[in-house]
């Protein structure tokens, strides 16, 4: 659009310039997008003037949010390479900064102190390093008119109910953040820091995914101005997303891509669901694991979910997913009276209690601490939580540590990325060792896939290749304060954010 902050920021290319950007006041603006779904045309008249949105930012201390932004990117570098006097003294130049940068907005025709063109801008500059693409200026001109036309249209409320502190935290973080992502994702390129370049696109990606409920690749700006791939909002879009400490550590991976489409979506139908956590030793170490506790209204007891999840949620369903086996194992009946809840499953009578902080516990004495070997309330992840990148690995080795007797080893892992679109991408990996008496043998083979997805409370609609299933998808626990865990869970697989 206009190049103003590269000749200001060239001098920060060290390896503690790798700040994160996912504690700025990032707002919610899917409500422009669903104003602008489809294809936008930009506006044909009134464009020779000033372009404004009406939603006029007062001066409440202009400038100390984008030092502030400056200041976490200098604290996070000294933490790793100790004093940074360039960064400090760029900090202090931030309200300078900010203010060439109003003058250079007003220079192009669109209004300074203005929320609906901070908007815009934000949309061209996080698109453009996410994608890392450059939208020629004319274009990029038109384009952020349409946004700050629609966000004066579409935010007027929003904007009126916040506070002026607030309009301008905003406001200076949609202009501020994409500018410095922007300029630090081709400068760490240029000077062979490829992936300290990937991670500000990864940012950028999540932050352009966080304001507009869409994910950029599905967006794109024609030679005219117009915008077209928004989100109408038909699709699970996060409610206020701040990104994650780690959901800028992984850029996306090179799995292919599929068009978004709603999926239908899926009920509890007023079942209860608990979770109990296990774990223990094995031959490869410790074993991590869960189990369901589902309570149907009609009495129907469940304590397991078919592995490739069910068509509905319901005890019919669950029934007809698992086998004769598992089914007479998995499926029972349950009353609670009082404090005590009974399960009868396969044969078996088992009376939990409550506890005082509300969960269900068969140990005697009633464990009022430990999450493990308890049924607790499900914890949902919530849209805002499950976009980004995740990853799950097994490793399963059998035989034993002898020349005679052959070992064999199997492993696994899965990269996935869920989008703001309802679509997801992942890329996977397996490999089989094996040695036979002194003779190695390996074999690996890798793999892609794409579909789509849908959350709704904890359940978790995935659909690939045609084929879909509703599994359980939740978080784990919080049980404990010192050291909150929010790896999450889905299906019968444990997932955790990439290193």
Known sequence: MFRLFTAIVVVLITPAANAQFGGADIPDLSDVARALAGTQEAPTSGTSGVVRSGLVVPRVEPGETARGIARMLRESAEQNS??????????????????????????????????????????????????????????????????????????????????????????????????????????????????????????????????????????????????????????????????TEENAAAASPAAPRISGGALPSASANGADIYIKYTWGYGLNGMINSQEPLILFPDGTAVTDMPAGGVTEFTPGAIRAGLDSDDRREHVGTWERSGSRLTLRVDGETRVLRRTPRGWWDDEDPIDNESGYDTYFPVVEAGTRHILGPWETSTVLVTGMNSPNIPTVGFGESTDRVFYADGTYSELSERAVTGDFGGVGAYQTNRGSAAGRWRLDGPLLTIEQDGRRGIVLGFIMPNWSLDNPNDDMWVGRDYWERPD
């Open 82 to 243: 100790g004093p940074q006097p360039v960064l400090a003294q760029f900090e202090a130049q931030m309200p300078a900064i900010l203010a060439n940068l109003e003058t250079t907005l007003e220079s192009v025709g669109l209004a300074p102190r203005d929320f609906g063109v901070a908007a815009g801008y934000a949309l061209i500059y996080f698109w453009e390093a996410a994608e890392a693409e450059v939208i020629p200026e004319a274009a990029s001109l038109a384009a952020a008119r349409t946004v700050a036309t629609a966000t004066g249209e579409a935010w007027s409320d929003t904007f009126a109910a916040m506070t002026d502190a607030e309009q301008e935290r905003a406001y200076e973080t949609l202009l501020i953040v994409p500018t410095m992502l922007h300029t630090f994702a081709p400068l760490f390129e240029q000077n062979d820091e490829p992936a300290r370049g990937a991670e500000m696109r990864a940012t950028a990606r999540s932050l352009f995914a966080a304001l507009f409920g869409t994910d950029p690749a599905s967006v794109r700006v024609d030679a005219r101005g117009r915008i077209s791939g928004l989100s109408s909002g038909a699709m699970a879009t996060p409610d206020g997303l701040s990104p």
